[in-house]
């Protein structure tokens, strides 16, 4: 019995192993990206829900942007704060904002789909940059870098979304290290010529990409996902691009409870379920043999069967996987949360088996 164990345990660790160098290393060992600036005019989209003090922060960081020819187009989804205020206020105050007031409709009463996709009909420039409320850019080239990546077949762009750094706190670092590991996956898919997702954080397309799928028409009645099942659905190995030159970043706040992060995850599992069934395969091939390294290792290691071997695997497996990983998080700045893998990674693991399964008996809360 245990030697069939140990031939399904180096079977998964394989797996791991191709995974990593296979397909991650295509991120973590890319040359750093270079930034050509280009002038192309774009509409920045934000899509606001009661984030009156979010808002008046952040605003002002994208109109003061180093950009020649962009507009910011604001859309106040029914907000029931001073949201509609502030937006109102900034308007007056900049020249190239664009205010889209949202009503609730009941075919779409709380759909961020619907508002994002008046706030897209509205937008005067052919290309769009999607952030969201409670993000910030890192710089005032974030529209440079971000728009640097759209040639004339490249029309379809994935940025880099991270969240604050909190000291002291090991929620934050579990929180940035699954960012990290999220981003480490969609980055490296795409660059081999198959993007499944990206996140509204820091996302950008042609406007044009949008209407060739009929907007989120196909999948409006899942309440989330307006970034990465549109992605999903629209991206393909010739109109994708990624950035993730630092300039291209943007950060958010991150959650500081874990119950908080918990259910923003859960909503996050739940839509992927809608994914394409190769990507679902894809994902949950990586995730399952994860889970798998952990419980047939401890396992093997339990009964003492084949310890050397078992050891030589386990450290393999970790070896690769922190290099990856480190030169990823450092690629994205985050290189402090390498220090705490694998810790990080196991709480992770067990964290989205949690998730799994809570997800079997009750439905995730959706865009507020």
Same mark, same amino acid.
Request: contains cysteine.
């Given at each position: 019995?245990?030697?069939?164990?140990?031939?399904?345990?180096?079977?998964?660790?394989?797996?791991?192993?191709?995974?990593?160098?296979?397909?991650?290393?295509?991120?973590?060992?890319?040359?750093?990206?270079?930034?050509?600036?280009?002038?192309?005019?774009?509409?920045?989209?934000?899509?606001?829900?009661?984030?009156?003090?979010?808002?008046?922060?952040?605003?002002?960081?994208?109109?003061?942007?180093?950009?020649?020819?962009?507009? $910011?187009?604001? @859309?106040?989804?029914? +907000?029931? *704060?001073?949201? &509609?205020?502030?937006? %109102? !206020?900034?308007?007056?105050?900049? /020249?190239?904002?664009?205010?889209?007031?949202?009503?609730?409709?009941?075919?779409?009463?709380?759909?961020?789909?619907?508002?994002?996709?008046?706030?897209?009909?509205?937008?005067?420039?052919?290309?769009?940059?999607?952030?969201?409320?409670?993000?910030?850019?890192?710089?005032?080239?974030?529209?440079?870098?971000?728009?640097?990546?759209?040639?004339?077949?490249?029309?379809?762009?994935?940025?880099?979304?991270?969240?604050?750094?909190?000291?002291?706190?090991?929620?934050?670092?579990?929180?940035?290290?699954?960012?990290?590991?999220?981003?480490?996956?969609?980055?490296?898919?795409?660059?081999?010529?198959?993007?499944?997702?990206?996140?509204?954080?820091?996302?950008?397309?042609?406007?044009?990409?949008?209407?060739?799928?009929?907007?989120? $028409?196909?999948? @409006?009645?899942?309440? +989330?996902? *307006?970034?990465? &099942?549109?992605?999903? %659905? !629209?991206?393909?190995?010739?109109? /994708?691009?990624?950035?993730?030159?630092?300039?291209?970043?943007?950060?958010?706040?991150?959650?500081?409870?874990?119950?908080?992060?918990?259910?923003?995850?859960?909503?996050?599992?739940?839509?992927?379920?809608?994914?394409?069934?190769?990507?679902?395969?894809?994902?949950?091939?990586?995730?399952?043999?994860?889970?798998?390294?952990?419980?047939?290792?401890?396992?093997?290691?339990?009964?003492?069967?084949?310890?050397?071997?078992?050891?030589?695997?386990?450290?393999?497996?970790?070896?690769?996987?922190?290099?990856?990983?480190?030169?990823?998080?450092?690629?994205?700045?985050?290189?402090?949360?390498?220090?705490?893998?694998?810790?990080?990674?196991?709480?992770?693991?067990?964290?989205?088996?949690?998730?799994?399964?809570?997800?079997?008996?009750?439905?995730?809360?959706?865009?507020?």
């Amino acid at each position: 019995m245990l030697i069939q164990i140990l031939y399904f345990f180096i079977i998964v660790v394989a797996i791991q192993l191709l995974y990593y160098l296979g397909v991650f290393g295509k991120f973590a060992f890319a040359k750093a990206q270079k930034i050509t600036p280009k002038r192309i005019p774009i509409s920045v989209i934000v899509c606001a829900k009661n984030e009156e003090e979010n808002v008046k922060k952040f605003i002002p960081l994208l109109a003061e942007q180093d950009y020649p020819d962009f507009e $910011i187009v604001l @859309i106040d989804d029914a +907000s029931s *704060d001073n949201t &509609l205020e502030v937006f %109102e !206020a900034f308007e007056k105050q900049y /020249t190239n904002i664009r205010l889209v007031k949202v009503v609730n409709n009941e075919a779409f009463w709380g759909n961020k789909k619907y508002a994002l996709t008046l706030g897209i009909k509205a937008a005067k420039k052919e290309y769009l940059l999607f952030t969201d409320a409670d993000c910030y850019p890192t710089s005032k080239n974030w529209i440079t870098a971000m728009s640097s990546q759209f040639t004339l077949h490249k029309t379809i762009v994935l940025g880099y979304g991270g969240y604050e750094k909190i000291a002291n706190s090991f929620l934050n670092k579990l929180i940035r290290f699954e960012t990290v590991l999220t981003a480490v996956q969609y980055f490296s898919w795409a660059k081999l010529n198959h993007p499944y997702m990206g996140v509204g954080r820091n996302l950008a397309y042609k406007k044009e990409e949008f209407f060739n799928v009929n907007g989120f $028409i196909n999948h @409006i009645q899942v309440r +989330s996902g *307006d970034d990465d &099942l549109f992605i999903n %659905e !629209a991206a393909h190995s010739k109109n /994708t691009s990624v950035v993730y030159a630092p300039e291209s970043f943007t950060y958010s706040k991150p959650k500081t409870k874990y119950k908080d992060w918990f259910n923003q995850k859960r909503r996050h599992v739940a839509t992927a379920k809608h994914y394409k069934k190769t990507d679902q395969f894809l994902l949950g091939l990586f995730y399952s043999s994860q889970l798998l390294f952990v419980i047939l290792a401890t396992l093997l290691l339990a009964f003492q069967f084949q310890w050397i071997l078992v050891l030589s695997l386990v450290g393999t497996r970790y070896l690769c996987s922190w290099v990856v990983i480190g030169f990823s998080a450092g690629k994205l700045k985050e290189k402090d949360i390498k220090y705490w893998f694998p810790i990080v990674e196991l709480v992770l693991i067990f964290t989205q088996i949690n998730i799994f399964i809570t997800n079997l008996f009750s439905k995730p809360v959706n865009w507020k």
